[in-house]
């Protein structure tokens, strides 16, 4: 307890403010500070997501070379992609389309409504309009073709992470008017069927057995069948050979 006129501690010179000698400015906390840069500029989080272990290497190497950007995580497939974005919460998730177990267009909402702020950029060899659609519907910010060069990377990047919705230039505004049109219109195929049907038509568009679609998705022989017969008459298909032939044109797989 402080006493009137009681001595000065040892460690103060005469003539100085105890009180004022006494501050200690308080310790930042760095897990809710965002990451940054030695020169003090944001870095954009990057997780990659693509089952080409040689392309996922040549991106990072290709983001490695812009400032600002860190790769903070990869992964071969959606699921695993996934759980890294709601581990590690990166600015930007780039992800391919085609990838085993849940591909691009499937996990592009569940990142999206996950509750955190990572946007999406979809990486694909298409350029055809479904597919572009079917990543905007799903709530993509940027459509960026794999022949996409350094600096067209970079923008993308950058106009994403402010915000922004990003697409190559070589998707043509002929698509972004289709699509604008068509979302205030009649309902695609696939809004016809259910999530998981989409999962079953996507697992059979991709060769997989009935037996092996239950193994994947944890469920009976018996309901696969269920959903399949469903998902036929829904789609006015019943035959498997159109059934993947509407997978690939709305791109709920891609074509190889």
Known sequence: MCTEGGDLPSH?????????????????????????????VDLIRVVLADDHTLLRAGLRALLQRISGVEVVGEAANGRDALAIVLERRPDILISDIAMPDINGLELTPRVVHSGIPTKVIILSMHSS????????????????????????????????????????PAVSKVVIADYLQRTSEE????????????????????????KSIARTLGISTKTVETHRMQLMDRLGIHDIANLVRLAIRVGLVAEE
């Open 129 to 168: 309009e479904e597919y572009v659609c079917q990543a905007l519907r799903a709530g993509a910010s940027g459509y960026l073709l794999k022949d996409s060069g350094t600096a067209e990377l970079e923008i993308a990047l950058r106009a994403v992470a402010r915000g922004e919705t990003y697409l190559s």
């Open 12 to 40: 103060l010179g005469k003539g100085e403010d105890p009180m004022k000698a006494q501050v200690v400015p308080p310790i930042p906390d760095t897990d809710l500070m965002p990451s940054v840069e030695a020169n003090g």
């Open 187 to 210: 309902p695609t195929e696939l809004d016809l069927i259910t999530p998981r049907q989409r999962e079953i038509l996507r697992l059979i568009a991709q060769g997989h057995s009935t």
